[in-house]
């Protein structure tokens, strides 16, 4: 009896031991960076200061919103290729409108290497600013590959539930992790959340709001799993950054099973 017992306490140990070492872990952060423009500073254009709330994060793949190319507002700077340069990692910027002579959009930065890279515009029932999702395959140390997506919703209720549905058809067809963050412009009760929680699990014990920066009240922004996968949120929190957007910066610890 003691030797099947002793068996069977091998057995588990070597499970939960295989388990450990095929899980992943992955620091996400999402952030409305406002085109880089502090709402206490008007004028000016602090690009240094996203990319420290990024580098101090600790985050390895991030998801940005309003983001500017080539735009005077803010100093004609490719703030992609800016805020790469300056956290060191990888990055995909995908365009929502043409603004004067560059782009408005979003951001994908990744430290691991990003291996496919998808764009996406988004439905629009109702004449507005055109919005787009972004989707890249990353590959993570331990050899998993995880997709991660980005957008920013539209600011017209009929246009984010399409936008929603959309996003959720894209789900559909994928069997892998798919992480999915954004400025979703809705709050947790309403219609395009709800939309969105048939396939995607947001987190509902550590959320807080993230906008605006100070005195926040609204939860805006999110970061979510796809329901294909075992996971647990190792860490959810908003970061208390109230200089460098309107919006707070929202970090996420992701451990897939």
Do not use: C
């Not at 985050?59 to 703030?79: H, P």
């Amino acid at each position: 009896m003691k030797i099947k017992i002793m068996r069977l306490l091998s057995l588990f140990l070597i499970l939960f031991v295989s388990l450990q070492l095929n899980a992943q872990t992955v620091k996400i952060l999402t952030y409305n960076i406002h085109h880089a423009n502090p709402p206490s500073e008007p004028s000016k254009i602090d690009i240094e200061a996203i990319a420290k709330v990024i580098n101090d994060s600790g985050a390895e793949i991030v998801g940005i919103q309003e983001v500017d190319i080539n735009v005077s507002r803010s100093e004609m700077m490719n703030q992609a290729e800016k805020l790469s340069e300056l956290t060191g990692m990888d990055y995909f910027f995908s365009k929502g409108i043409d603004l004067e002579k560059g782009y408005y959009g979003t951001l994908i930065l990744s430290k691991h290497k990003i291996i496919g890279k998808r764009r996406y515009d988004l439905p629009m029932p109702v004449k507005s600013e055109n919005r787009s999702l972004a989707i890249v395959d990353v590959e993570l140390p331990g050899g998993k590959t995880i997709s991660f997506a980005n957008t920013h919703l539209d600011l017209k209720e009929e246009n984010r539930i399409a936008q929603a549905e959309f996003i959720n058809e894209l789900g559909e067809l994928y069997s892998k992790p798919l992480i999915f963050v954004g400025d979703l412009n809705a709050k947790p009760e309403t219609k395009p959340i709800q939309v969105l929680e048939k396939y995607f699990v947001r987190n509902t014990k550590n959320n807080q709001p993230t906008s605006p920066n100070v005195n926040a009240r609204n939860e805006i922004d999110y970061i979510m799993v796809l329901n294909n996968q075992e996971f647990e949120w190792k860490d959810y929190r908003v970061i208390k950054e109230e200089y460098a957007s309107d919006h707070l910066p929202l970090f996420a610890e992701v451990v897939f099973r």
